[in-house]
């Protein structure tokens, strides 16, 4: 796999970035057939999971997040990956262009607006995404056998694309695939281009996905 740089290609691999101990911390917290994540879903994660509320605050993650944006951050959300045989997805090729406040409120080059799990979220001015980051923590490890992610490095430098556009760049450029080991994450910046495939030998890819941002948001309205 080739040496990525977040500075360069907006995705980078950091090797063991969760101890064991969290590992194992966040497999016995999301218990992953327990009544929380059926009702609340996977989204704003830190509010259900002790040990997920633990990584948004570990101070390395911090660090690298401040580091890579060069500015204080704060968390944006929160949410929870995993590819089971039972549940097989697949993610065709997308920028992550939402980001999810606690308010609705009219601001030019903000919108659409949508309410998921009860939650605002409203795609951003791309002055807002370039001033993300997000982590995915992996809990095991990752490939193309249990359908890890793909990246195309550099893509976030293009903008916010129509879906003409991305169809185009995935033909002409080969992708990244993000293999790893458990504890270690891919740091991205949201709108890098990313998919990712079926799994070939399903089992558990359990992912903790934080996305920080160093954007200040305008007067009134939070990060969800
Ligand atoms: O974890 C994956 O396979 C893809 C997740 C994804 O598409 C996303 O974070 O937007």
Redesign the pocket.
């Given at each position: 796999m080739p040496l990525l740089h977040f500075d360069h290609d907006g995705v980078e691999i950091r090797e063991g970035l969760l101890s064991p101990a969290s590992l194992e911390q966040v497999k016995s917290d999301i218990d992953l057939e327990c009544e929380k994540l059926r009702i609340y879903g996977v989204r704003n994660l830190e509010k259900r999971f002790s040990s997920i509320l633990a990584l948004t605050r570990d101070p390395t993650i911090l660090s690298i997040a401040k580091d890579l944006l060069n500015s204080r951050v704060s968390l944006v959300r929160a949410?929870f990956?995993d590819?089971t045989p039972e549940k097989n997805w697949y993610?065709t090729w997308?920028q992550?262009k939402t980001v999810t406040v606690n308010r609705k409120t009219e601001l030019p080059g903000w919108g659409p607006w949508s309410i998921k799990e009860g939650l605002h979220h409203v795609q951003p001015p791309l002055a807002v995404l370039n001033k993300m980051i997000?982590l995915?923590l992996h809990i095991d490890p990752s490939d193309e056998d249990n359908?890890c992610?793909k990246v195309i490095p550099g893509s976030y430098k293009l903008g916010i694309l129509q879906q003409t556009q991305i169809d185009a760049i995935v033909q002409d450029t080969r992708a990244t695939p993000c293999i790893v080991a458990a504890g270690d994450a891919v740091i991205m910046r949201p709108h890098l281009l990313?998919?990712?495939s079926k799994a070939r030998q399903p089992s558990h890819r359990r992912?903790v996905?934080l996305e920080y941002s160093s954007f200040t948001l305008p007067a009134g309205l939070g990060w969800a």
């Open positions: 949410l990956f590819k993610v997308h992550d997000t995915r359908g992610l990313h998919a990712s992912v996905h």
